[in-house]
C-alpha cells in the first residue's frame, strides 16, 4: 500500500523513497516524509463554507469580507502577509469590472516599473478568455510608465505607476478617461510612507473619486492608517457637498492557513579562491535566518512570521544537533 502512494510523490530512484520504504512502519520516518513533500496538502484549520462567487476553491474569511466590500463598491484596506492571496483579490476585482461595461476602466497602481510589467503579464494570463467579449477598439490591459506605453486608455485595466496616474487625474485632456475610472487597486500601499514619493500617494488618495482596494503586508498600525484614510474621505466629501464612503479595515494574520511557499534568493554564484562572480544563483533561504535573535528575544517573533512543514523540520533538525536530549519527530497522539 505505502509502495503505491509514495509512487505519486517521489520516483522510485531517490534516496528519500528508499528510506521510507525500507523503514515504513517507523512514525518518525512516515512524520519526516510528510513534513518534508506533503505540506502543501495539509489541512486549513479555518473550516469554511464553500462560496458560491468563487468555484475554483474555498477562500477564507478575510477573502470573503473583502469580496463583501467590492460588491458593494465600498473602499477597502488590506493587511495580510505576501502569499495569503491578495493577487486573488485584486482578480476578483478586475472580473467585477470586466462584466459590468466594456467602458468602465480600473486601474492599478504598482510601485516600481518591474512590477507593472509582472502585473500586466500576471492580467493577460488570468482574463486572455475575455479578449473576444471586448467591442472594437477597447483592449483588455494597457500599460502606461514614464518609459513605455500600451494603449493607456483604450483597455479596461490599466497597469501603471503612481506618478503617471497622478498626470493623468491632473491632466485637462483626459478628464474624460478618468471619469470612466471605477475602481482602483494601490499595491504595496505603504509606499505612502517613503520620504520622496510618499505625497505622490497621499495626492492620488485625495485625487481619486471611486472606491479603492489598498494593498499591503507591511502597514505597521492598519487601524491608525485607515482612519488617517477615513478623515481625507470626509474631507472629501465635505468640499463636494456629498456623503461620506465609509473605508474597511481587513486584517489578515495567516495564522490559520499553513505557509507552503519555500523562500530563495538571488545570490551572486562567487568563486571561493579567486573572489570573481560567475553570475547569479537562485538559493534558498530560511525564514529564521531574516530575523535578529536580539529582537527574538526581546520581542519574540513577528506575528507575520511563517514557515513551510519542510523548513520547520529543517529548523527542528538545526536545533536539535545542539539539543540532541530533544525527542525526534514523531506522529502525535
Known amino acids: 500500500m505505502i509502495e503505491k502512494e509514495l509512487e505519486k510523490w517521489l520516483p522510485s530512484s531517490t ?16 512524520c519526516r516524509f510528510q513534513l518534508s513533500f506533503m505540506g502543501h496538502l495539509m489541512e486549513n484549520k479555518e473550516k469554511l463554507e464553500p462560496d458560491s462567487r468563487i468555484q475554483a476553491f474555498v477562500p477564507d474569511m478575510w477573502q470573503r469580507k473583502v469580496m463583501d466590500c467590492v460588491d458593494k463598491n465600498e473602499s477597502v484596506v488590506v493587511s495580510a502577509p505576501t502569499s495569503s492571496g491578495k493577487t486573488f483579490i485584486s482578480f476578483y476585482c478586475m472580473e467585477k469590472i470586466l462584466r459590468s461595461s466594456p467602458d468602465n476602466v480600473l486601474v492599478y497602481v504598482s510601485p516600481t516599473k ?25 483592449t483588455l490591459c494597457g500599460v502606461f510608465t ?43 500601499i ?18 481619486v473619486s471611486c472606491p479603492f482596494l489598498a494593498l499591503s503586508a507591511t502597514i505597521g498600525n492598519p487601524e491608525s492608517f485607515r482612519g488617517w484614510i477615513q478623515k481625507t474621505e470626509l474631507a472629501k466629501a465635505e468640499a463636494a ?38 553570475g547569479p544563483d537562485i538559493v534558498s533561504c530560511h525564514p529564521a535566518g531574516t530575523v535578529i535573535l536580539q529582537r527574538v528575544i526581546e520581542r519574540g517573533l513577528p506575528k507575520d512570521f511563517t514557515m513551510s512543514t519542510s523548513e520547520a523540520l529543517h529548523l527542528y533538525d538545526e536545533i536539535r544537533q545542539h539539543f540532541p536530549k530533544l525527542p525526534s519527530v514523531s506522529v502525535a497522539r
Not at 118 to 135: G, N, S, W
Not at 154 to 175: A, F, G, N, R
Not at 250 to 272: C, F, G, M, S, W
Request: hydrophobic share 40%; aromatic share 6%; with cysteine.
Open 241 to 278: 457637498s456629498v456623503k461620506a464612503s465609509r473605508i474597511h479595515l481587513v486584517v489578515h494574520e495567516n495564522a490559520d492557513r499553513h505557509a507552503y511557499l519555500q523562500k530563495y534568493i538571488v545570490a551572486p554564484d562567487r568563486d571561493p579562491g579567486q573572489g570573481k562572480v560567475h
Open 114 to 138: 518591474a512590477l507593472v510589467n509582472q502585473v500586466a503579464a500576471m492580467v493577460y494570463a488570468q482574463f486572455a478568455h475575455r479578449k473576444t467579449d471586448l467591442p472594437p477598439g477597447k
Open 146 to 188: 514614464r518609459d513605455y506605453r500600451l494603449q493607456p486608455q483604450s483597455c479596461q485595466i490599466l497597469v501603471t505607476v503612481p506618478e503617471v496616474l497622478d498626470i493623468l487625474m491632473l491632466s485637462t485632456v483626459t478628464q474624460e478617461w478618468v471619469r470612466s475610472i471605477k475602481y482602483v487597486i494601490f499595491d504595496e
Open 190 to 207: 505603504h509606499c505612502l510612507s517613503e520620504e520622496h514619493r510618499g505625497t505622490v500617494w497621499e495626492r492620488l488618495l485625495l485625487l
Open 15 to 30: 534516496k528519500a523513497r528508499q528510506a521510507i520504504t525500507e523503514d515504513a512502519d517507523n512514525d518518525s520516518t512516515c
